[in-house]
């Protein structure tokens, strides 16, 4: 058996430790020793919505102790970061090697964990754009940890970016991350239309914001919309959304992004950019996984900027 965190609605707290059954690989998976967990506030509503067992986590970063049994991948011994639809929040774990990236001396298992939902998903955003020189980019939820990864990524392209923060202090972060300017206040998103038009504008917020963003589209532009952390719902101005045409609403899942993708190769393009200096995972919290509850309940509350990681000692 080896410890796992679990979904346990009958418990005092929902998440939880608990024993499970060893993972067991399929010929294209590896057996991965995990040291580091990354969380997402998805994931974690999800979880903590489930009304049954349920294994959590996407994100995890580890050591192989078994290679897959097909040969390819990583060697056994081999420091990695990987991404699941479900269960990375485990002492060990199958990973197939598709979803395996090896990771460089120089990256600590707490940074290399936060690369693969938030990262991955900043990246292919942005690969929306096209080519990003000299484009103007809007990203809301810019403090979160899609968000600051998208700026960095940005800035490396040379884009001009504008983010958005609900105090002076976090605009500060923004602005380390690569933002040529930040708008301040929850009624900001507004006045973001001095900057543009813009060629590119990720939204994680939906509802109300995700319509005013629309009409600041320039021709040809492409609204990536990530999530809808204000409201699932938005009401559209179609006739201007027609009328002004060319412009673009994309749905992004990064569950079906990961089909067009090489996931191992962009996720050791993230980790070779932190071993060079040129992105940097803001950790906001490193704590024991056994704070399980505690960090997942201060997550949804939004006293993050940036991501919280936990260790398995």
């Excluded at 608990?18 to 998805?42: C, F, H, M, T, Y």
């Excluded at 990987?82 to 990256?107: F, N, R, T, Y």
């Excluded at 005013?212 to 589209?217: I, N």
Aim: aromatic share 6%.
């Amino acid at each position: 058996m080896i410890r796992a965190i679990v979904t346990d609605p009958l418990a005092s707290e929902i998440l939880t430790i608990k024993d499970v059954d060893v993972p067991v690989a399929q010929p294209w998976e590896a057996i991965v020793q995990v040291k580091a967990i990354s969380l997402n506030r998805g994931e974690v509503k999800d979880a903590q919505d489930k009304g049954t067992l349920h294994r959590p986590g996407w994100d995890f970063a580890g050591i192989v102790v078994e290679r897959a049994k097909n040969g390819i991948g990583p060697d056994k011994g081999s420091r990695v970061v990987g991404l699941l639809p479900m269960g990375a929040w485990s002492e060990q774990v199958a990973a197939p090697v598709s979803m395996l990236a090896e990771i460089p001396d120089q990256v600590t298992f707490t940074e290399a964990a936060t690369l693969p939902v938030a990262g991955l998903t900043a990246l292919y955003a942005l690969r929306k754009g096209g080519m990003l020189l000299g484009k103007r980019i809007f990203i809301t939820g810019s403090t979160g940890g899609v968000g600051l990864f998208a700026h960095q990524l940005a800035a490396q392209s040379g884009a001009f970016t504008v983010g958005t923060a609900s105090t002076e202090e976090k605009a500060k972060i923004v602005r380390e991350a690569g933002a040529d300017e930040v708008v301040v206040g929850y009624s900001g998103i507004s006045s973001g239309h001095q900057f543009g038009p813009y060629d590119l504008i990720i939204d994680s917020v939906g509802g109300d914001t995700l319509a005013a963003l629309l009409p600041l589209l320039a021709p040809q532009g492409v609204c990536v919309a990530l999530g809808y952390s204000s409201s699932p719902a938005a009401t559209i101005d179609m006739m201007n959304l027609v009328n002004a045409g060319g412009r673009t609403l994309y749905s992004f899942f990064l569950g079906e992004e990961l089909s067009r993708y090489s996931v191992a190769d962009d996720l050791h393009l993230l980790a070779r950019m932190v071993t060079s200096g040129r992105l940097s995972p803001r950790i906001d919290v490193e704590a024991p996984w056994t704070d399980i509850g505690a960090i997942a309940q201060s997550l949804l509350e939004r006293k993050y900027s940036g991501k919280a990681v936990l260790r398995i000692d």
